[in-house]
Antibody, heavy 120, light 108 residues
Framework: QVQLVQSGAEVKKPGASVKVSCKAS????????MHWVRQAPGQRLEWMGW????????KYSQKFQGRVTITRDTSASTAYMELSSLRSEETAVYYC?????????????WGQGTLVTVSS | EIVMTQSPATLSVSPGERATLSCRAS??????LAWYQQKPGQAPRLLIY???ARATGIAARFSGSGSGTEFTLTISSLQSEDFAVYYC??????????FGGGTKVEIK
């Protein structure tokens, strides 16, 4: 069965960086793209970026351009999202989420979420 | 960036009744519209894509319709497990992919 297992909760100070991992299993990693989506408490879902896990092509939301880096390690079937210069309002649950295909742009499986708390 | 607006923010419905949720796009997204269900403390679950295609394993009581800028998710007969927040998402123009603000379906 498809599983996306994310790394554990993080507490960071403002200005710091966080890197979240997402290990995929139960399917061929390179056949499906991966998205990163976040959700602040009580807020809507917010798309951060996408990676084609086969060829490494990446697209980011302009809102995060320059601060977010999405990578993947195909040998480990793992995707990563690193966000720098964190602000307190970026306390949120960060999800990795599998695309329906390589560029369907709809998510069919989600990780369990990683709570990132930004606080001084 | 395409802005997605959902209405109402909260919908109070009795079990067994029909629920109709709306989603409007700030410009045409053709039929590139998905719906997700999210329960407290859980990740979202895909219900509908392509405006009207049910995702794998989704019950027939969930149906989607619309195209262009106006979309509807209908739950024909609400079950206890359907009380949740529902989000629409457009994938016609990207980046970014954008989500609506959600409709909370609560028990009347």
């Amino acid at each position: 069965q498809v599983q996306l297992v994310q790394s554990g909760a993080e507490v960071k100070k403002p200005g710091a960086s966080v890197k979240v991992s997402c290990k995929a299993s139960g399917y061929t990693f390179t056949n499906y793209a991966m998205h990163w989506v976040r959700q602040a408490p009580g807020q809507r879902l917010e798309w951060m970026g996408w990676i084609n896990t086969d060829n490494g092509k990446i697209k980011y939301s302009q809102k995060f351009q320059g601060r977010v880096t999405i990578t993947r390690d195909t040998s480990a079937s793992t995707a990563y999202m690193e966000l720098s210069s964190l602000r307190s309002e970026e306390t949120a649950v960060y999800y990795c989420a599998r695309d329906l295909g390589r560029q369907f742009l709809v998510v069919d499986y989600w990780g369990q979420g990683t709570l990132v708390t930004v606080s001084s | 960036e395409i802005v997605m607006t959902q209405s109402p923010a909260t919908l109070s419905v009795s079990p067994g009744e029909r629920a109709t949720l709306s989603c409007r796009a700030s410009q045409s997204v053709s039929s590139n519209l998905a719906w997700y269900q999210q329960k407290p403390g859980q990740a979202p679950r895909l219900l509908i894509y392509g405006a009207s295609a049910r995702a794998t394993g989704i019950a027939a009581r969930f149906s989607g319709s619309g195209s262009g800028t106006e979309f509807t998710l209908t739950i024909s007969s609400l079950q206890s497990e359907d009380f949740a927040v529902y989000y629409c998402q457009q994938y016609n123009n990207w980046p970014p992919l954008t989500f609506g603000g959600g409709t909370k379906v609560e028990i009347k």
